[in-house]
Every structure is written in C-alpha cells, then in structure tokens.
C-alpha cells in the first residue's frame, strides 16, 4: 500500500516516521521550504519509545505527483486547510482513502467536499509532540495512540487493511467503530483544554490551585452540551476522565495552542474553537460563555500577531 503524509511536521513526521522504520511505503507531501529543509537536515525522532534517525525521507512537493496512493495521511496545521486540500488533489484516486489527524469537524466537511464523503475516513490522534528543530521531532512522550474508523460507523475491507498496515509499527494504533464519537469527545477535552489555558495563560493545575476549577468544570459543560446538541453526547466515562485531568491541582498540563500564543506562532483558533462554537444551538447558550471568552481572547492575540507581522 502506497502511503502519502501530508506535511512532515511533528505529527506527520512521527507517525510516517514509525511507517517508514517499520518497512512501508511511505513518501510526505510537502512545501518547498520543508522539502529543502529535509533534504539539508534529514528527519530523526526523539522519543520515549526509541530514537529513529530516518536520513532524508522519500518527499515531494504538489507539482510532482504523478499517480494517486491508496493511503493519505492528512496532518497538516488546521489554518492551512485549505492550501493543503488543493495540493493534496493530484494524489486522490477513485480507491483512495483520505484519513485526516486534524482536531475538530470542519476538516472533514472540507475533504468530503473535495473528494467525496465515500473516500474520507475519520481520525484522530493522541500524542504530545512538537518539531524541535527542521530535522528533529520530539516526542514528549508516553502517549502515541491514532485511532480511525469510518465516518459511517463498523468496519471495513479498508479499515481492516489499514489496520493491519499499521501493525508493527511503533505507535498505539485503535480501529474503532464509534470514531466519530471519539472525535467529538477529543474536541470537547481540548476546546477545554485550549480555551482555559489560552485565557489563564497557565497550566489547568495553577488554574485549579488558584480556584479556577469551576470555570474550567464549566467550559467542560458548554463543549460537552454543543457535542451532545450534535448527537454525539460524551460517554459518562469519559466526560469523567475529561473533567479529573482539567482539574487536577498537581497537573502541569498546558495547550499547544498556548505554547504556540507564548512563542507567537498561529493559533488554531476557527478550528478548535470558533467551529465549536458556531455549532451551539441557540436555545442552548450559558448566561455567560467561557467558550466565547476564549474565543475572543484567542482572536485578539491572532490580530495582534498580524498586526506585528505587517
């Protein structure tokens, strides 16, 4: 099975990483400044569960696809969606399976409109990663999970061929029949998660320490509620799970998205948060939002980042 990764960031760049050091075949998909970056520094990962020093890794940019691939690997940056599903394009046949690691929702909308909803599949992943340096991914390690399944629910020939392509590879990989519940209960973690720590600028312990657990107990709530409003209604266990990790006082625990407002990168704010939001039924608004605080505080640092940058 041909496998194509898009983008050869810190989740594409672990996870083709492992693929490619247990025998498959992969090739990244990527922009020509990434493409010249591993061919000057090659791709190695860093990681609790075994370094992989890859040397430079098959890659190709847009305008050199020459035949569709049985497998995508979709990892690219929420705000470079779009970009990334026009150079993507060449690469999808009629037997094409598209598996998107994006948090959230409007991704898929984007893919299927592309490539129709029969050729996506849902995905999502668990892993604290970042690209240290153009030829390092650092894996912070322990947790490497990516879970996929149909959007529709069951099994497949497909999924099942995927899973087995995955095996022996060194990450946690699930087939799930419930993916689609899976990835809405990812996206009310993290839109907790995201939001809290974006606003507080700490991590969730120093919020509980400090008498903040309410509000981050109350951003659970409001995701939790849009997400049962969609008809994926987070299962009691693990809305448990979410509201013991986001309010622990002993947790270190922070957001990407926050890590990335400290060193004043992008934010995937219209993704995690905005989408969300944008998806809350009317009739089912708090007097006061904390979601929509964050999404303010979020878009206010996005325009001040522009604003610096022009």
Request: hydrophobic content about 45%.
């Amino acid at each position: 099975m041909r496998i194509l990764v898009v983008g050869a960031g810190a989740l594409g760049g672990y996870y083709g990483g492992r693929l490619i050091a247990a025998g498959r075949d992969v090739t990244f998909l990527v922009r020509p400044r990434r493409a010249a970056e591993l061919a000057q520094h090659g791709l190695v990962i860093r990681s609790p569960h075994g370094d992989v020093d890859l040397g430079t890794p098959r890659h190709l940019v847009s305008e050199a696809i020459e035949a569709p691939y049985d497998l995508i690997l979709f990892t690219p940056k929420a705000y470079d969606l779009e970009g990334a599903v026009a150079s993507v394009a060449p690469a999808v046949g009629p037997r094409t399976a598209v598996l998107p690691l994006l948090n959230g929702m409007r991704h898929i909308d984007a893919l299927q409109a592309a490539f129709g909803p029969a050729a996506v599949l849902g995905g999502l992943c668990l892993i604290p990663a970042t690209l240290e340096s153009p030829g390092v991914v650092r894996h912070l390690g322990p947790a490497h999970g990516l879970t996929f399944g149909e959007i529709e629910g069951g099994r497949s020939p497909r999924t099942e061929a995927i899973a087995a392509l995955f095996q022996g590879a060194t990450f946690d990989s699930t087939l799930s029949e419930l993916v689609m519940l899976e990835m809405w209960e990812k996206w009310t973690l993290l839109a907790t998660l995201a939001g809290i720590t974006c606003v507080m600028q700490a991590s969730v312990g120093e919020i509980a320490t400090l008498g903040g657990a309410d509000l981050t107990g109350a951003l659970l709530d409001e995701c939790a509620a849009i997400a049962a409003a969609a008809g994926f209604s987070p299962r009691p266990e693990a809305l448990g799970r979410m509201r013991a990790v986001l309010t622990d006082p002993a947790a270190p625990t922070t957001a990407s998205m926050m890590r990335d407002m400290q060193r004043g990168a992008p934010v995937e704010v219209e993704h995690v948060i905005a989408d969300l939001l944008r998806r809350r039924p009317p009739e089912g608004a708090p007097p006061v939002s904390v979601l929509h605080m964050a999404l303010v505080r979020l878009q206010i640092y996005e325009r001040q980042r522009l604003a610096k940058a022009a």
